[in-house]
């Protein structure tokens, strides 16, 4: 390099600056100290500015350290801390241990590369005050003591990407992941994460989702989707998710979606085979319900032959069987239903049901935790002579349709939380609503619940309607 005639002026300006500023070198020189065998092109004798894979700015602060594929065994300096121009931290891929160095308050630091390593800790607060940090990525590292994603990343809005799989993370995912503006990239697969896919997710801007095959499982239902509508590749699957696959048709990114190995009921939405992007989709050993899924695109389609379809082409179902399945979507598809009621023929054995010869005249869902609505759809199976609802956690109203039940001889839904007005029977039904506090109530909100209300003002209006009519 040809002598600059700026030198002298630079020296200047560096000895004043390591007069007033930090000085990296005492930093480095304890980071090489603890690596074996000591990085390629790194030496005590020379400046760490020169060291190979190490950049320094014009005041000679470091600001890259670039050790990725060394083969480098040891452990890291515990603290970091006085790298306050450190940008970019690449350690990836070697066989580093101890505990992952303090990096606390560096807030030039923007990507930290800790992959396919061997530490064994994250002590608290390493990964605190890091306001420009925008990758994080600490996969592969199998023997860290678990560990959860720490509540101090709420410090970095500007956090793209988080990528912690296989590396013992456990317990719930936080809340605040879901609130950053611009985060589209979370990996924690082959972990112990468990809870829900929370909640904040709803609306988020994220596209890649890695949660699957997490050790115990995460769970609860997995509607959130539908309103994640960047989504471009999902994996789920190994987790103990419920409840339906919602409606994807606002996610037109979406290309892969893998749900196997969950315990998904309910019927799959038909536009989720349509969807514009998909390529692969994987629904095997779920319990889904329903007409089995069709394929229009041609796209790779796995169902497996475990779930609960009522046959093994795709095509309608039997109408008892989807009139059964319209009774189960109003209670949430409750996987205890999912279990039992499979194939396309409700009087073959299905439990809750019972039946003289092919028409189901008894149900039976006493006592099973059930929450969700009484279904109008059950007014479609003319021959029931008994429903039993009673000891649940329902909500709503009983349906009107109900008193078209001909044969109908029984209707319990004792001890659950309905409301509204009851519909009148013919004197030949025996009705047990006892224990619902809500019901028959005229409730303070008069735009809520009440049928019995909004039908009057319905047949109100049809007479002013005729009324004025005849006045012509
Ligand atoms: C930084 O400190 C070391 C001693 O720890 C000294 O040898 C070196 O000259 C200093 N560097 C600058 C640029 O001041
Ligand atoms: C990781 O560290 C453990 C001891 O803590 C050791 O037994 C194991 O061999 C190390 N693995 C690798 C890949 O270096
Ligand atoms: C990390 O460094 C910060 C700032 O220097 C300090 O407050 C914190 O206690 C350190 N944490 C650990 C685990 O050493
Ligand atoms: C962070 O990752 C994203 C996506 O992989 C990439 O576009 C961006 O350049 C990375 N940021 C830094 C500072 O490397
Ligand atoms: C997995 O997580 C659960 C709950 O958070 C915990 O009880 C269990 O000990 C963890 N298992 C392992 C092997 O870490
Ligand atoms: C997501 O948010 C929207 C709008 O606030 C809401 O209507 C919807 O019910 C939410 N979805 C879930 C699954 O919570
Ligand atoms: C019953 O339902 C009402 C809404 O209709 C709800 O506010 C209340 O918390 C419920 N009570 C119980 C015990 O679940």
Redesign the pocket.
């Known amino acids: 390099m040809p002598p600059s005639p700026f030198l002298p002026i630079l020296l200047v300006t560096s000895c004043y600056t390591s007069i007033v500023a930090a000085n990296d070198s005492a930093t480095m020189a304890e980071f090489l100290t603890t690596l074996t065998p000591p990085p390629s092109g790194w030496s005590s004798s020379t400046p760490s500015c020169t060291w190979k894979g190490i950049t320094c700015d014009s005041s000679r602060r470091v600001t890259t350290i670039s050790l990725a594929s060394q083969s480098l ?1 040891g452990s890291l300096p515990s603290d970091l801390t006085s790298l306050t121009s450190l940008r970019l931290l690449y350690l990836q891929r070697n ?1 580093l ?1 101890g505990p992952i160095p303090n990096l606390s308050s560096l807030v030039s630091l923007q990507e930290v590369n800790l992959d396919n390593n ?1 530490f ?1 800790s994250v002590p608290a607060s390493v990964f605190k005050g890091l306001a420009g940090l925008q990758n994080l990525s600490i996969s592969n590292n199998p ?1 860290l003591l678990p560990w959860t994603i720490p509540a101090d990343l709420a410090d970095s809005p500007a956090l793209v990407s988080l990528q912690a799989a296989g590396s013992n993370v456990f317990r719930m995912i936080p809340e605040f992941l879901g609130s950053l503006s611009s985060f589209p990239s979370l990996r924690l697969s082959y972990n112990n994460v468990s809870g829900p896919i929370p909640s904040s997710f709803n609306g988020s801007g994220i596209q890649n989702l890695w949660l699957n095959n997490q050790l115990i499982g995460m769970d609860g239902r997995i509607d959130v989707l539908a309103s994640m509508t960047q989504l471009q590749q999902v994996w789920l699957h190994m987790n103990k998710f419920s409840g339906p696959i919602p409606d994807l048709s606002s996610c037109h990114s979406l290309f892969d979606i893998q749900l196997r190995d969950n315990d998904l009921t309910g019927i799959v939405p038909s536009t989720l085979t349509s969807l514009p992007s998909l390529v692969s989709v994987n629904l095997d050993s779920n319990k889904l319900q329903g007409p089995m899924p069709d394929n229009p695109r041609n796209i790779k389609l796995i169902l497996g032959d475990s779930n609960s379809f009522c046959r093994d082409v795709p095509g309608p179902c039997d109408s008892q069987v989807t009139t059964l399945l319209e009774i189960a979507a109003a209670l949430g598809y409750p996987l205890t239903l999912a279990e039992s009621w499979t194939g396309n023929d409700a009087c073959a054995g299905w439990t809750y049901v019972t039946c003289q010869g092919k028409d189901v005249i008894v149900i039976t869902l006493s006592k099973q935790g059930l929450w969700g609505t009484i279904s109008p759809a059950f007014a479609k199976l003319t021959p029931l002579k008994s429903i039993y609802l009673n000891d649940n956690d329902l909500t709503g109203s009983i349906p009107s349709s109900l008193t078209t039940l001909t044969q109908l001889q029984t209707l319990d839904v004792s001890n659950n939380n309905l409301s509204g007005s009851v519909p009148t029977f013919p004197p030949s039904v025996s009705l047990i609503t006892s224990g619902n506090p809500l019901i028959g109530k005229i409730l303070g909100d008069r735009s809520s619940g009440s049928g019995g209300s909004a039908s009057g003002g319905l047949v109100a209006g049809v007479v002013v309607a005729v009324l004025v009519d005849e006045n012509k």
């Open positions: 065994s066989a241990s061997n064994t023997n």
